[in-house]
């Protein structure tokens, strides 16, 4: 039991971590963990068993080990350096999305990571629910926009991305978005869905790093903190080219339940893209190298609009199904328009009290000899070519 139990019986020790302070760190000391030895305690219960037990009950402490926190204050004091930062807007995204992207970024913000530790934007973020934080917003799944617990996470892990390659520390696992985001360019997104699309990365370097992460004026900010090691005279540069495009078909449901003229986009167009990132080196101007530096290919997904056909006879049907057929946006729309305006002049004439005063004046006129004895009095009177 003790081997399986162990990690559960295991006091992980909290390391030892900064606080970003205006321009400078302070030092966050961590907690000392205990770890269950657990040859040593196997030994030790055995020897009470066989040398001590009396039968009645008993506790046995077992044997531990103390765990020190990583990360001296000597070694944090160090981290100085801006290695790489990025920045990307969310200022349109609604109440939901806005807060999904500051509550994430906060739980990254802060994160102390050390040489050869990977570190997963998953993880970090999760659980990824209402208790934690998130509300419902879009998210991609399956070529659609749907609401979703956490839509808009995708945008810290993307704006976390750029911070990190920039810092130059190793990607681990990447995965673009399915459609084409609007806040990056095409090959400079990073991904998160569940557990099986994630953002990795691992400190390459000998040196601990800090992720400082905010949000400010509809701007999320993350900056990568470490020792500075390159040369002063090397730069590095990154470059979006894509290869090729897929335009987007327009999807028309027809929806019996709206009137007629009812035409509503549910879902906007998205390119289908294929791209690539290029990661250029230079020192002193002069280019050293000049990569490929990820692959990445999104989905063409329709517009999808939901067109009223209530009130619309089997002919106008038969013509939005027709235009719907040929892809024709505008033909669809322009009948639909034109249907409904017929409609709504066939409800006012309908409806109208001096429309319908008028046609039972004219009943009368019919019914009435006097009105038509005098109607045809009348008539041999007006010059020829005249209706009354």
């Known amino acids: 039991m003790i081997y399986d139990k162990s ?15 205006g321009d400078s760190f302070d030092f966050v000391p961590g907690q000392e963990g205990k770890e269950v030895d657990v040859v040593k305690s196997v030994y030790a219960i055995n020897d009470f068993l066989q040398n001590s037990w009396d039968g009645s009950a008993n506790e046995i402490e077992l044997v531990t080990n103390t765990v020190q926190p990583r990360g001296s204050k000597e070694e944090l004091s160090k981290i100085k350096d801006n290695l790489g930062g990025f920045s990307t807007d969310f200022s349109s995204s609604a109440a939901g999305r806005a807060t999904n992207v500051k509550n994430a970024c906060s739980l990254i913000n802060g994160s102390v990571i050390y040489p050869g530790e990977q570190f997963s934007v ?27 617990v956490g839509g808009g996470v995708c945008q810290v892990a993307t704006t976390l991305y750029n911070a990190v390659i920039r810092a130059e520390l190793d990607i681990v696992q990447r995965y673009n978005h399915s459609m084409i985001v609007s806040y990056v360019k095409p ?83 998205h390119k289908g893209v294929t791209a690539r990132l290029w990661k250029t080196v230079t020192v002193d101007g002069t280019v050293q190298s000049d990569e490929v530096f990820n692959n990445s290919k999104y989905k063409s997904s329709p517009k999808i609009v939901t067109v009223g056909t209530a009130g619309a006879s089997a002919e106008v049907v038969a013509q939005l199904q027709a235009a719907a057929a040929a892809n024709d946006e505008g033909s669809v729309k322009s009948i639909a328009a034109s249907a409904a305006a017929a409609a709504q002049a066939a409800q006012t004439q309908t409806t109208d009290p001096n429309a319908a005063g008028q046609t039972q004046g004219a009943q009368t006129q019919t019914t009435d000899p006097n009105a038509a004895g005098q109607a045809q009095g009348t008539q041999t009177q007006q010059p020829a070519g005249q209706t009354q």
Do not use: M, W
Request: proline fraction near 4%.
């Open 187 to 269: 090959s400079d997104d990073a991904a998160i869905a569940g557990t099986y699309k994630d953002l990795k990365f691992k400190n390459n370097l000998d040196n601990p790093v800090y992720i400082e992460g905010y949000c400010s004026g509809g701007v999320i900010t993350f900056n990568v903190y470490g020792v500075e090691t390159r040369p002063a005279n090397r730069e590095i540069s990154f470059r979006s080219e894509t290869l090729s495009e897929e335009d987007p078909v327009t999807q028309f449901n027809f929806d019996a339940g709206q009137p007629v003229g009812y035409f509503n986009t549910e879902q906007s167009a």
């Open 7 to 21: 990690d559960e019986l295991n006091i992980k020790a909290v390391d030892n971590s900064l606080q970003r302070n």
């Open 122 to 148: 998953y993880e970090a973020i999760s659980p990824i629910t209402t208790d934690n934080g998130y509300q419902i917003a879009g998210a991609y799944e399956n070529g659609q926009v749907v609401d979703s």
